[in-house]
């Protein structure tokens, strides 16, 4: 499991970093070029969404020490100034490229930011839980992914309720995908729980989760959704972990 510090990188470190960066420029190189070709907005920002946050739900973990997530990101900044060297309104593009049809890029950079800001918080909060980490992340590129994947092509087809603009057949993709998300987490990193003891706590968490995403503006499910799954996790199949550091300030 990977430990808070800058260390040496080891040979699994650097593969992963070279493929997450790698596999992120390509990515986003492939939505751009969506975009470019006229695709509606939200197909390119959702491709984004799915495949780089399963990525990083999947490797994170899997690091020695934090030398290889920056290694990663290193890579993928690399990638995308090169791009930029040749194309030198290419970051402006982007950030129209994977804007809500209402929104201005800004708002982009603002979902990006603040998914960021509280996965690192949930990372440093519960790090010796990889369970509730994964899942954060999962239930965003999943679970929040799926409520406008399926919700934009077929919501209002069976029910006709909305809110916001966002359907039932949505919400219910978002309770899904959420289910998905923490169940995963669950069978690859949890040594002490089985799913099949814990179905009605997960259920509950992700009927909260669907509510939270209904109720969210703009790209404020990016902040809400990711805290929201661990403080629900660590009281519901966790509460007797503690936060790590506390024990560190009190020796």
């Keep these: 499991m990977v430990e808070l510090i800058f260390g040496d990188f080891t040979a699994i470190d650097i593969a992963m970093a070279a493929f997450t960066g790698l596999a992120g420029g390509v990515v986003v190189a492939i939505a751009y070029k969506m975009a470019e070709r006229g695709a509606p907005k939200w197909k390119p920002r ?3 969404h799915i495949t780089m946050g399963t990525i990083i739900a999947l490797t994170v973990m899997h690091y020695s020490n934090l030398s290889g997530p920056s290694l990663a990101a290193g890579v993928f900044l690399t990638v995308l100034l090169y791009a ?5 309104d290419l970051i402006s593009e982007l950030l129209l490229a994977g804007s809500r049809e209402s929104d201005k890029g800004l708002s982009t950079f603002a979902a990006g930011f603040m998914g960021m800001v509280s996965f690192a918080t949930v990372f440093l909060l519960f790090f010796q839980r990889p369970e509730i980490i994964v899942a954060s992340i999962l239930t965003v590129a999943w679970g929040d992914a799926a409520g406008e ?23 219910l993709a ?3 995908f959420a289910f998905l998300s923490i ?12 799913l ?7 259920t509950l968490i992700t009927l909260i989760l669907a509510v939270l995403e209904l109720l969210s503006v703009a790209w404020t499910d990016n902040l809400l959704l990711p805290l929201g799954t661990a403080l629900m996790m660590w009281q519901l199949l966790f509460p007797t972990t503690t936060f790590w550091f506390l024990g560190v300030w009190t020796i």
């Design 46 to 48: 959702k491709l984004v």
């Design 84 to 88: 930029w060297a040749h194309k030198s």
């Design 149 to 171: 994947v399926i919700g934009r092509p077929y919501g209002g087809r069976v029910f006709s309720a909305r809110y916001r603009g966002k359907s039932l057949e949505g919400s």
């Design 174 to 176: 978002v309770v899904v």
């Design 183 to 194: 169940s995963t987490s669950l069978l690859l990193y949890s040594q002490d729980i089985l």
């Design 196 to 202: 099949s003891t814990v179905l009605p706590q997960v």
